[in-house]
């Protein structure tokens, strides 16, 4: 794959510049000063400071190849952030003009006899004699310009002249490359829509750490979001939907909308995928256009997440007839290879009932639907490869047999990219756990709504694309890695950008960056020169490394409760109080574990070099008779949804009303029925247990919860009361309820508890038939 938009090289021309490679040459084989850090995200490969500095001020000149339209465009590219931050732009001479160029910058391509690849630059800015930049390719030097900007002081990403401006870089020598080609970012425009100037400003995001592939989500259930001229009413009718309250919301992109963003993407080296998606994920189209179901409709453009059992229907001519023409026109505003068609989650309900597809199923010799999804596939790539295009889908296209030159980007995990690799096929990364980033970026509690899920900025950096499980000749099919932002609770930019970033920018290092110079304390530390940029680029930011993970950690063999406390930002100060207060200069000092002595609300906060830093993290721990006891399950909870393990349910923690804030087990299908020890008999004034109602996420309240005691391991056990329960399923905001009870004359040493599962999903729900969730956070017992 290549997905470099400018493969050119170019021959240099004066004598003058051919000094300058042949100086670069000599210091690639000296003995260099030592490695130091820099503030540059992604780590260069190669990067060294040496003594010195290079300032550039309004007398500077810009040495390039004024006949080489590409470099030009590059260059002045540079003056647009000189222009805005400085005042100035800095002349642009050409290469065969000077016989100087003491204190200037030459920016260049050159004809390279050597194994550099199109992304590939070196820099040197030799203390205050010049600033040299050289690539094979346009798009190298773009790659260089992007160091240049994160040499230099954050001032110079200001939208206003700063006064004073002192453009000062250090002696560098850097030469760099990128580990991977696909460097990607995603945003679902979709189930929430986003304005143009903001996409621009999203490439922009990325451009600065080094991101060239932008995939774009435009097709959903929830809405079309780019214009066809051929069928005008998947603007007029698919890009709009009903809320329930009544409102209308909706948009989409002009074709000339769509020509703008493109060519501004291209000027930034960025490859934009467009996604149609194809066979699900199409009530929107079907909204317009029903006859291309199996059903026939009528149908309306959804309104609620998740999985729509209505898709194209595969037995129907007219549908490839619709899709063929819908690519055409797609193929001539996107110029990059790769056109994204989805293919996930696509629900088999209607082709099993449907009289053309079940044809289509005996006429092609098929197996069954899931070979008729793949029939679907393999026909779509046949005509995009006829149109010199490249299909790829997300992981589901392996069902049934991939298609011949698919690529597949891998979302459940790393299994579909791993099996897909193996079978010779390119692969994108793209796994939940890692690259998901409309899932929580901290503690659920002290962040806006999300989807679910935890994906730090940690764990993020400390992703590898490449499995353990592939070989050498299997790896190198991994492409890369992509973040994804679905946008399902993602209604602004604003907050479209507090999720996107700063994971996007620990995914630009671990894209780009070899594998050697992956280092989490070094780029901890080079973030806050960051953070300062993004303020004055006016980015919503997320400041969740900063968070203070409180964690309880029951130590058996004391029979205590200890506390600990950590911070993604190493060596920094954790200030803590135990009495809700907010923590201060006079706070207490965390310094290693402590024993907790009593029932405690814990408030924390990070300080770096005395100043506080992101927001205060709070923990309520209740310190009763069931913590640390041990449990035994019936049934096991879900690894997913685990909670701490065995202890999860007595370490004193209750969840909050988000299902993925780590405080939550979750049981799919079964009862829950646990066993608490409490090590004797023991007198009980209060049992109490927490359950969780979610329905968008398949999660229920039980239908009964029991209570009941024993003095004894094997003896019979005697009930304490027992709830059914009576809140309605159909209730769709997020609840906990607690079923307590209290007690004046009870004693025992051990107590189970047994949470009846409410059965399938109901037909109503876009699960039905399908297991329902019970989650559960805490035992309390008093």
Same mark, same amino acid.
């Given at each position: ?575 803590? +109080? ?9 706070? !207490? %000092?965390? /310094? #290693? ?5 009593? *029932? &405690? ?95 968008? +996420? ?9 209570? !009941? %005691?024993? /003095? #004894? ?5 005697? *009930? &304490? ?62």
């Amino acid at each position: 794959m290549n997905i470099t938009l400018n493969k050119t090289t170019i021959m240099m021309k004066s004598r003058q510049i051919v000094l300058l490679i042949a100086g670069f040459m000599f210091l690639t084989t000296c003995n260099p000063p030592s490695n130091s850090d820099i503030n540059i995200i992604p780590q260069p490969a190669t990067a060294r400071v040496m003594p010195g500095s290079f300032e550039i001020g309004p007398d500077t000149r810009i040495i390039t190849q004024i006949d080489q339209a590409e470099v030009v465009a590059i260059c002045e590219y540079f003056n647009d952030y000189l222009e805005r931050a400085a005042g100035y732009r800095l002349e642009i001479k050409d290469d065969e003009e000077v016989t100087s160029f003491s204190g200037d910058m030459v920016i260049t391509t050159f004809n390279a006899d050597t194994a550099w690849d199109d992304e590939t630059y070196k820099l040197n800015v030799s203390g205050s004699s010049s600033v040299v930049l050289q690539a094979k390719t346009p798009h190298g030097l773009f790659n260089g310009i992007q160091t240049i900007l994160q040499l230099l002081p954050p001032d110079i990403m200001s939208d206003n002249v700063v006064e004073d401006i002192e453009l000062e870089m250090p002696s560098t020598y850097i030469y760099d490359y990128p580990r991977f080609e696909w460097r990607g970012m995603h945003l679902d425009v979709c189930r929430h829509f986003f304005p143009k100037e903001f996409i621009k400003k999203y490439l922009d995001l990325m451009a600065m750490y080094k991101m060239n592939v932008f995939h774009w989500h435009l097709t959903e259930d929830q809405g079309w979001r780019i214009e066809i001229k051929k069928y005008p009413e998947l603007t007029e009718v698919s890009a709009w939907r009903t809320e329930p309250d009544g409102s209308v919301y909706g948009g989409f992109y002009t074709q000339d909308d769509i020509r703008e963003i493109v060519e501004y993407a291209a000027q930034r080296q960025i490859t934009i995928v467009p996604e149609i998606e194809m066979p699900g994920h199409s009530m929107a189209a079907l909204a317009a256009y029903p006859e291309l179901s199996c059903t026939g409709g009528p149908f309306e453009v959804a309104t609620i997440w998740g999985v729509k059992k209505d898709v194209y229907c595969a037995g129907n001519e007219k549908t490839f007839e619709f899709l063929e023409n819908v690519l055409l026109e797609v193929m001539e505003l996107f110029p990059g290879e790769y056109i994204h068609i989805g293919g996930d989650e696509v629900p088999k309900d209607r082709w099993e009932k449907c009289r053309k597809c079940q044809a289509r199923i005996r006429d092609e010799g098929l197996a069954d639907e899931n070979e008729l999804q793949s029939y679907f596939i393999r026909r779509m790539e046949s005509f995009l490869n006829e149109h010199g295009r490249k299909l790829i889908g997300w992981d589901e296209i392996l069902e049934g047999g991939l298609a011949p030159d698919a690529t597949v980007m891998s979302w459940r995990g790393e299994e579909g990219g791993i099996e897909a690799a193996q079978m010779g096929h390119d692969v994108v990364m793209t796994p939940g756990d890692f690259c998901y980033f409309d899932h929580y970026q901290a503690d659920p509690a002290t962040q806006p709504k999300a989807i679910g899920g935890l994906t730090t900025l940690k764990d993020v950096y400390h992703y590898n694309p490449v499995s353990a499980e592939l070989n050498e000749a299997e790896q190198k099919h991994i492409l890369g890695a992509q973040g994804n932002v679905w946008t399902e609770y993602i209604a602004t930019a604003e907050y479209a950008e507090y999720m996107a970033v700063p994971r996007m920018i620990a995914l630009a290092e671990v894209d780009w960056s070899i594998e050697r110079r992956i280092d989490w304390e070094r780029f901890v530390k080079k973030l806050d020169n960051h953070l300062i940029r993004l303020e004055i680029l006016d980015v919503n930011y997320c400041d969740a490394i900063f968070a203070v993970e409180i964690t309880p950690e029951y130590d058996e063999q004391a029979g205590v409760l200890m506390i600990s406390m950590e911070t993604e930002i190493p060596n920094a100060e954790i200030r803590y +109080t135990l009495d809700g207060s907010e923590p201060g200069d006079d706070a !207490l %000092v965390y /310094d #290693t574990l402590f024993k907790l002595e009593a *029932s &405690a609300n814990i408030k924390a906060r990070t300080f770096v070099d005395g100043i506080m830093k992101g927001h205060i993290s709070a923990r309520k721990i209740n310190l009763h008779k069931g913590v640390g006891k041990p449990v035994s399950y019936k049934h096991k909870y879900s690894e997913r949804y685990e909670a701490g393990g065995e202890q999860g349910l007595v370490n004193g923690i209750s969840g909050s009303v988000h299902y993925g804030d780590g405080n939550w087990q979750g049981f799919s299908g079964d009862d829950i029925e646990i066993v608490i020890d409490l090590g004797e008999i023991t007198e009980i004034k209060v049992i109490s247990v927490r359950f969780l109602q979610n329905i968008t +996420t398949w999660i229920f309240l039980p239908s009964k919860i029991s209570y !009941l %005691v024993s /003095d #004894t391991e094997d003896g019979e056990y005697r *009930s &304490a009361g027992e709830f059914l329960n009576a809140v309605p399923q159909e209730r769709k905001e997020a609840m906990v309820r607690d079923f307590g009870r209290a007690y004046t004359d009870l004693k025992a040493r051990y107590v189970k508890i047994i949470a009846k599962n409410p059965g399938p999903c109901p037909d109503w729900h876009p699960g039905a038939g399908g297991p329902s969730w019970v989650f559960i956070d805490e035992v309390v017992i008093e």
